[in-house]
């Protein structure tokens, strides 16, 4: 198991921006895929983007959304911009190894969750 911790949550106005951050506990050969997802309050989880040896983005979010990694830090990022009311969610971290990039219940490794709220 991989402990992630996100952070970088918050309160911002439509068309703001935010920055996540995702720190893995460790490097392991037990990951070959990192995504980003989002519940909403009422819905369903979300895929919002995943880095392997591409990057995968889901269409709401193409263009606006970006992801990178930092080896280094054992860090993924989600560059947030252009933000709308309907990016209000809970976004998580997940990480895993042989996975449908878009589907949670294939990641074996959650971090807690931040808060994204957008106010209109």
């Known amino acids: 198991q991989v402990q992630l911790v996100e952070s970088g949550g918050g309160l911002v106005q439509a068309g703001g921006s935010l920055r996540l951050s995702c720190a893995a506990s460790?490097?392991?050969?037990?990951?070959?895929?990192m995504a980003w997802f989002r519940q909403a309050p009422g819905k369903e989880r979300e895929f919002v983007g995943a880095?392997?040896?591409?990057?995968y983005y889901a269409d709401s979010v193409k263009g606006r959304f970006t992801i990178s990694r930092d080896n280094a830090k054992n860090t993924l990022y989600l560059q947030m911009n252009s933000l709308k009311p309907e990016d209000t969610a809970v976004y998580y971290c997940?990480?895993?190894?042989?996975?449908?990039?878009?589907?949670?219940?294939?990641?074996?490794?959650w971090g807690q969750g931040t808060q994204v709220t957008v106010s209109s």
């Open positions: 460790r490097r392991t050969f037990s990951i070959d895929v």
């Open positions: 880095m392997s040896g591409r990057i």
């Open positions: 997940a990480a895993g190894r042989g996975v449908v990039v878009s589907r949670a219940d294939d990641y074996t490794n």
